[in-house]
């Protein structure tokens, strides 16, 4: 079957940086996604790891680690609006979505 | 390009009820995935199809139907529908997953409930 960790919140303070992480089991495993959730709203992509490293995409960040089955998504200056909450998403025969980790900013 | 298209957006039904989600896509994707979200949780996967005229079932496909007669439309079918499926739905469409950039284009969701 297919499974993914990450935490439940995080908080952190406006203008610093959090890194939010993912732990997953799966089978033809092909990448490891991230996206976006605001209340009320549809999930909205932001990266996607295929493979091992970094990639980054302004001031998001994303990082695979295939060996260790292990990801997180880095967010630099944090604003006010990034306050939403982040999934990571398995992408293999199917795509499976992580609970989602729900990030609170403090000004 | 309208992208995923949901309808209708809320729904309030009894219990036993029968209805039909509506869910097209002018992206020309192979792949289209129906997933329900509770409140404060995750997304679950319902039912998944791969192309026309194949489907194949997520996480939670009970009490869901599918069919996927074109490349556009997939429509999701509750039967007898229940407490228990009231939920936003949302459906997702995407290239095959080996030329995929990992991105899910996701409707703006259907706000079910079940009295």
């Known amino acids: 079957g297919q499974s993914l960790e990450q935490p439940s919140e995080v908080t952190a303070v406006e203008g610093a940086i959090v890194q939010i992480n993912c732990t997953y089991q799966?089978?033809?495993?092909?990448?490891l996604s991230w996206y976006q959730q605001h209340d009320g709203g549809a999930p909205t992509f932001l990266s996607y790891?295929?493979?091992?490293g970094l990639e980054e995409t302004g001031r998001f960040s994303s990082f695979l680690s295939r060996s260790d089955s292990y990801g997180y998504l880095l967010l630099q200056e944090l604003q006010m609006k990034d306050s939403a909450s982040y999934f990571c998403?398995?992408?293999?025969?199917?795509?499976?979505f992580g609970k989602g980790t729900r990030l609170h900013i403090l000004p | 390009n309208a992208g995923v298209t949901q309808t209708p957006k809320f729904r309030i039904l009894k219990i036993g009820q029968s209805m039909t989600l509506q869910c097209a896509q002018d992206?020309?994707?192979?792949?289209m995935y129906w997933y329900r979200q509770d409140p404060g949780m995750g997304l679950k996967l319902i039912y998944y199809?791969?192309?026309?005229?194949?489907?194949d079932k997520g996480e939670v496909p009970n009490g869901y139907n599918v069919s996927r007669s074109t490349t556009e439309d997939f429509p999701l079918r509750l039967e007898l529908a229940a407490p228990s499926q009231t939920s936003v739905y949302f459906c997702?469409?995407?290239?095959?997953?080996?030329?995929?950039?990992?991105?899910?284009?996701f409707g703006e969701g259907s706000r079910l409930t079940v009295l």
């Open positions: 997702a469409s995407s290239f095959r997953p080996r030329e995929n950039t990992g991105e899910l284009f």
């Open positions: 799966t089978s033809g495993f092909y990448g």
């Open positions: 790891n295929a493979l091992d």
């Open positions: 998403a398995v992408t293999g025969d199917k795509i499976i």
């Open positions: 992206m020309n994707h192979n792949y």
């Open positions: 199809s791969v192309g026309a005229g194949i489907t």
